[in-house]
C-alpha cells in the first residue's frame, strides 16, 4: 500500500489549470525521486513527469510545457500544476516513488505501489 497521498483533482473547463498536490512521510518523499502518472479513460497508465531528489525534472511530450512539477521538502509535498488542460487530460492521477537512473536522475518506471489516486476531468 501507497504511503503517498494525492489530492487537488477537480472538474476544469478546458484552457484552465489545476494544482495537485503529493503528500508523504519525510523518510518517504524527500529522499525518493517521485512521478506523476495518469490512467485516461481507454488508455494505458502513463507516466507525465518526474522529479528527482534535487529537483531535476523530466516531462512526457505530451505535457512539456503545459505541467511543471517541483517539490517543496519542508512540507514533503511534490506539486504538478498543470494548465492549458485540454479533455486528453482527463484521468486519475497519481504519484509514486520512481526508479532513478544515470546521475540519480528520476525515471518513468515506478518502484513502489499505487495509491487512490485524484481524479482530473477536462470538459465544458
Known amino acids: 500500500q501507497s504511503d503517498l497521498v494525492e489530492s487537488g483533482g477537480g472538474l476544469v473547463q478546458p484552457g484552465g489549470s489545476l494544482r495537485l498536490s503529493c503528500v508523504g512521510s519525510r523518510s518517504t518523499l524527500n529522499y525518493s525521486a517521485i512521478g506523476w502518472f495518469r490512467q485516461s479513460p481507454g488508455k494505458e497508465r502513463e507516466g507525465v513527469a518526474c522529479i528527482a531528489h534535487d529537483g531535476r525534472t523530466a516531462y512526457a511530450d505530451s505535457v512539456k510545457g503545459r505541467y511543471t512539477i517541483s517539490r517543496d521538502n519542508a512540507k514533503n509535498t511534490v506539486y504538478l500544476q498543470m494548465s492549458s488542460l485540454n479533455p486528453e487530460d482527463t484521468g486519475l492521477y497519481y504519484c509514486?516513488?520512481?526508479?532513478?537512473?544515470?546521475?540519480?536522475?528520476?525515471?518513468?518506471?515506478?518502484?513502489?505501489?499505487w495509491g487512490q489516486g485524484t481524479q482530473v476531468t477536462v470538459s465544458s
Open positions: 509514486i516513488r520512481v526508479l532513478t537512473g544515470v546521475q540519480a536522475m528520476c525515471s518513468m518506471y515506478r518502484s513502489g505501489p
